[in-house]
């Protein structure tokens, strides 16, 4: 059964930090792409960043979040530095086999951060 859970979230103040994790009981693990979306209050959900190989990010977090994965504990993480505000949202990670595909999705964790 595939499933998707995220962990980490909670309130920071502005210019604080969190860790995100994605624990995933997903088959082969390693073959897919995994990333992180968020969607504030009223906002569509939007594209965070991503990993298979390499790691690609949004323009309004590169520089500040960082996404990683270990494949021996079918984990994805999300690094997140210099907490604005603006970033407060619910994050979820998705499981993808194509480019723009994701196929499996977690429930979310709210991230708050206040001013």
């Known amino acids: 059964q595939v499933q998707l859970v995220e962990s980490g979230g909670g309130l920071v103040q502005a210019g604080g930090s969190l860790r995100l994790s994605c624990a995933a009981s997903?088959?082969?693990?390693?073959?897919?792409?995994m990333a992180w979306f968020r969607q504030a209050s009223g906002k569509d959900r939007e594209f965070v960043a991503s990993?298979?190989?390499?790691?690609n990010y949004a323009d309004s977090v590169k520089g500040r979040f960082t996404i990683s994965r270990d494949n021996a504990k079918n984990t994805v993480y999300l690094q997140m530095n210099s907490l604005r505000p603006e970033d407060t949202a619910v994050y979820s990670c998705?499981?993808?086999?194509?480019?723009?595909?994701?196929?499996?999705w977690g429930q979310g964790t709210q991230v708050t951060v206040s001013s």
């Open positions: 990993v298979s190989k390499n790691p």
């Open positions: 998705a499981a993808g086999v194509q480019l723009g595909s994701y196929i499996h």
């Open positions: 997903l088959r082969a693990f390693g073959t897919y792409r």
